[in-house]
């Protein structure tokens, strides 16, 4: 589960735009999504049709009768999300490397 799950919430909605946030490179089809995050596909359809609604997700091309879509990063609050996302990613590294500190200075005046 990302950190953004962690701090958000794991609603339905997030857990799919969590997604499209953690792999923004390419795009995907529902039947994607649904196979990576373990969601039905009643569930999905009305997620990205509301997301595509809202523009945080575009379609891009079609393969075969399946659809793609990827996340829209022209979208203002995609780029809210990614940038929120990134700082979590931040702060969570900070305070790692904060307890790293502390146990190694612990350590070496144990020895």
């Not at 339905?12 to 953690?22: G, K, T």
């Not at 039947?31 to 379609?59: P, Y």
């Not at 780029?79 to 590294?93: F, G, N, P, S, V």
């Not at 790692?96 to 070496?108: H, N, R």
Request: proline share 0%; charged share 30%; glycine share 4%.
């Amino acid at each position: 589960m990302s950190l953004l799950l962690e701090l958000l919430g794991k609603t339905s909605q997030l857990r799919v735009l969590d997604f499209f946030i953690e792999n923004d490179i390419f795009d995907y089809s529902m039947a994607d999504v649904c196979r990576e995050i373990g969601m039905s596909r009643v569930t999905i359809r009305k997620i990205f049709d509301e997301l595509a609604r809202n523009g945080l997700i575009k379609k891009t091309r079609k393969v075969g009768r399946a659809q793609l879509y990827i996340l829209n990063k022209e979208n203002e609050v995609v780029q809210k999300l990614l940038e929120l996302d990134q700082r979590i990613c931040y702060q969570y590294a900070s305070e790692l490397e904060e307890e790293a500190k502390k146990k190694a200075m612990a350590i070496s005046r144990c020895g």
